[in-house]
T-cell receptor, first 114, second 111 residues
Framework: DTAVSQTPKYLVTQMGNDKSIKCEQN?????MYWYKQDSKKFLKIMFS???????INETVPNRFSPKSPDKAHLNLHINSLELGDSAVYFC?????????????FGSGTRLTVV | TQLLEQSPQFLSIQEGENLTVYCNSS?????LQWYRQEPGEGPVLLVT???GGEVKKLKRLTFQFGDARKDSSLHITAAQPGDTGLYLC???????????WGAGTKLIIKP
């Protein structure tokens, strides 16, 4: 029973398209995150939601819009995709935001924009 | 400038050898977490160290948090090919609650 599941695993799309990545966690955690991992494997926070409320919104283009219908789901919608958006996107959750509790990550969505 | 510096960036050794990787900062952390990421997967939490000077063991892996809570190390004894992966450290700063990530140490254990 997967704790944090995100779909799809792979996404290949053309420049200019709009796409969504879905994430669900069944851990009962309060906080969910979207991270971007670049080709050098550096993890960069994009967004964080705590109980459906946005609490971290890093410098991310407006083309990226998160949506949390409930505290178990955090989806990521991307408009007008660009080549530079190609990366692996990870969803994660934690019991409390940014404290001593670890994060549980999904297995990632590899986005390739062509 | 990285708030958490990990070293080395890359390490390739033979099975059975010992190794240590480091996670250093000039800032104080309330805790530090270590994760291992395998290809095609997300990072998996290995351990959280909370108290300055704390040592935690996970089988052949030994984690230490510096006395001043500015650094941490991971020592692996008798490394095995299954230890191969990207090792990431992360921690929340005392001044705020955002998790800061290191750039990782890519470890390869050759059979």
């Amino acid at each position: 029973d997967t704790a944090v599941s995100q779909t799809p695993k792979y996404l290949v799309t053309q420049m200019g398209n709009d796409k969504s990545i879905k994430c669900e966690q069944n851990l009962g955690h309060d906080t969910m995150y979207w991270y971007k991992q670049d080709s050098k494997k550096f993890l960069k926070i994009m967004f964080s939601y705590n109980n459906k409320e946005l609490i971290i919104n890093e410098t991310v283009p407006n083309r990226f819009s998160p949506k949390s219908p409930d505290k178990a789901h955090l989806n990521l919608h991307i408009n007008s995709l660009e080549l530079g958006d190609s990366a692996v996107y990870f969803c994660a959750s934690s019991q409390y935001h940014g404290t001593d509790y670890g994060y549980t990550f999904g297995s990632g969505t590899r986005l390739t924009v062509v | 400038t990285q708030l958490l510096e990990q070293s080395p960036q890359f390490l390739s050794i033979q099975e059975g050898e010992n190794l240590t990787v480091y996670c250093n900062s000039s800032s104080v952390f309330s805790s530090l977490q270590w994760y291992r990421q395998e290809p095609g997967e997300g990072p998996v939490l290995l351990v959280t160290v909370v108290t300055g000077g704390e040592v935690k063991k996970l089988k052949r892996l030994t984690f230490q948090f510096g006395d001043a809570r500015k650094d941490s190390s991971l020592h692996i004894t008798a490394a095995q090919p299954g230890d191969t992966g990207l090792y990431l450290c992360a921690g929340p700063l005392d001044s705020n609650y955002q998790l800061i990530w290191g750039a990782g140490t890519k470890l390869i254990i050759k059979p």
